[in-house]
């Protein structure tokens, strides 16, 4: 029993880290054959990539966007289509291999802990990600939103990791992940706060990271760049479009009270998981102790790049003119989560 004991001390973060991501695999996978969803989306998308993969031919392009008559890169195919070609005899390997990934995610999550602050806070926030019942939904509905759910995450690993050891091929694949996940989901735009927030705390500013980074986000746009070229400018013409007018044809209450009063303390207490009241109470909390911590110069400078892309983040949502829906906020989980 004394071993025991001393082995529990001794390998106490190991231990811990593998009975939150057991908490997280109960969680996803509990009563998995009446949670998985097989609506349109899901089955066009899945249909798809069983249809590219019969013909041995890859997207071009991916769904349209239920903003404007504008498409989303092909990413979104491509990866259903790995999800499908690991065991393309059951209809539900695509669900299973997405939920999976999503109990990943909060491995990643102790991990970006740990590497913001300690080994504790990382624990903290890796259980905080297991019992979100946000994370927990949205890992058996197999859509696009959802998979920017994961690469968020994997985005801000690459960000902490960058801000704090200032390692190129940090910055570049940061700006990949982010890239790509603007092509599966047009909310990701949000994480572009990332990148020029990455560049400015840099200590050792250079050309060549400023083309890594550049160069990172634009990569994952060539497919549907070569669409827009060769099919008559359709995307970009739709997206002036867009901007021009199609933003105003739909009229959505969008004063700050209703923002920030409202939609905000309650999206905050459906990610975390728990009652409306907390939705007010911990980002009121949040604000106070970092203000304090500015005051105090006590804050890291991956905790400040956090805050300063969350801040900007808020700010520009707030002039976001379309329906704001949860599974729009999918990309911002790892914030509200630290």
Known sequence: MGEFLLFLKKHKFG??????????FILRFYNYENRWGLAYDQARDV????E?????QLPLI???SSAGEFVYGPQWFWILMVFVGIYPFSVITPWIIQTLLYVGVVGLAIIIGKDIHSKKFGLILGTLTAI???????ATNLTSPSMVGILAFVAMYFFVRYIKTGFIKNAFWMAFIVGT????HFQSIGLLALIPISFILDKNKSLKKFFYLVGGTIVPFIPLIFFDITNNFFESRNWIEYVLHGQYAIYVPNRWLTYAGIYWPNSWAKIIGGIEFLGYVVPTLFAILIAINIVRRNLSRSMLALVLAFLSIFLTL??????RIDSNLIFLHPFVLI
């Not at 811990?16 to 057991?22: A, E, G």
């Not at 249909?47 to 069983?50: C, F, K, L």
């Open 132 to 138: 979100s019942t946000a994370q927990v939904s949205h």
């Open 52 to 56: 590219a993969l019969k013909l041995f």
């Open 15 to 24: 231990v811990l880290f593998i009975l939150i991501i057991l908490i997280a």
């Open 62 to 64: 991916g769904p349209f």
């Open 181 to 184: 996940s603007i092509n599966i």
């Open 318 to 323: 707030r002039y976001y003119r379309g329906e």
């Open 47 to 50: 249909i798809v990539a069983r």
